[in-house]
């Protein structure tokens, strides 16, 4: 009988956090710049930045410690034992076979007394409008949660991104970590439904699609003329299953207008979605941020305005 292998949540929270290009280069690994990304020389389908990874031939991706048993062919202790420099987990015997345990329904991460981390994450890094902040928060789609590590002894705070379904009921939350220093963690909460994720519904016949709710709120704030009327959808991710959601549930939808992040991966994206929705019958556009992103485009924006200004007092 096999042994089992506990990692504390904090011990697996830094190996998921390990920046992988500075981890593959001290493998040896050669990159080759891609962008903003790093490519793998010995497979050029693999593109790597901070924590985070992606295979554009196998359309999936991750995090460090998944990159680490797929690309090393590691079980999960020894992933995260190579990522922590050699640190350990314990080592538990158990007695006898467990039954596995059944999957736990989803359920919204325990929020924090207030918002005050959200609204100085979203408004003054990421240069989000505060009225657009508020009208998601006021509405229940956006919240502080405040999690606790197993041992009790650290906490963790994050902006929800809520999403409901027809009934008003929450079957979706992602988590964006509000800490400014180093890779922020991000990610669905378990359980989550795909077809429910981050949402607002207007009254147009447009449909606005994002990868992340950043951009969405991003997009806003770079358009914010009667930006209520439309529609708009973060899929957490490429898969169009939230997109589909929406247009089903809402038959005036008609126009969508795909607006994934300017690189391979969201190139790749919008071509398999572009192609979705026309076998559905209905007619797509790819709007093409000037950077990477929407919130880039946003920080650039605010950088030129800033610039223009201090020309301006000389």
């Known amino acids: 009988m096999g042994v089992y292998v506990h990692f504390t949540d904090d011990q697996k ?12 280069q001290r493998q040896g690994e050669k990159l080759i710049p891609s962008g903003r990304d790093k490519r793998l020389e010995s497979d050029h389908s693999i593109t790597v930045r901070g924590n985070e990874w992606y295979d554009h031939s196998a359309e999936s991706g991750g995090y460090a410690i998944d990159f680490v048993r797929s690309f090393y062919g590691l079980t999960f202790p020894e992933a995260v034992t190579m990522l922590l420099g050699g640190e350990q987990g314990e080592v538990y015997r158990p007695a006898s076979q467990k039954k596995q345990e059944p999957k736990q329904p989803f359920a919204l991460p325990n929020p924090h007394s207030d918002m005050r981390r959200v609204y100085a994450y979203l408004v003054k890094t990421r240069l989000i409008d505060r009225e657009v902040v508020n009208y998601f928060a006021r509405a229940k789609l956006l919240y502080e949660s405040c999690e606790k590590s197993k041992d009790g002894m650290k906490e963790y705070h994050n902006a929800v991104f809520v999403g409901y379904d027809e009934n008003g009921v929450p079957r979706h939350a992602h988590k964006r970590g509000l800490y400014t220093e180093g890779t922020g963690f991000k990610g669905n909460v378990d359980s989550c439904d795909p077809n429910y994720s981050f949402h607002h519904i207007g009254t147009s016949n447009r ?31 490429v898969g169009g299953h939230a997109m589909i959601w929406m247009l089903e549930q809402h038959p005036r939808l008609r126009q969508v207008s795909l607006c994934l992040d300017n690189d391979e991966a ?5 071509g398999r979605l572009k192609s979705e929705l026309a076998e559905k019958g209905y007619v797509s556009e790819r709007l093409i941020s000037q950077t990477k992103d929407w919130n880039d485009d946003l920080t650039a924006a605010a950088q030129q305005r800033h610039s223009g200004l201090g020309m301006k007092m000389v």
Do not use: M
């Open 266 to 270: 969201g190139d790749k994206a919008s």
């Open 207 to 237: 449909l606005y699609v994002f990868e992340a709710p950043i951009d969405l709120l991003s997009y806003i704030t770079l358009h914010p003329q009667d930006w209520q009327e439309h529609n708009y959808v973060a899929l957490c991710g």
């Open 13 to 24: 929270y830094r190996a998921n956090n390990v920046d992988l290009v500075d981890f593959l």
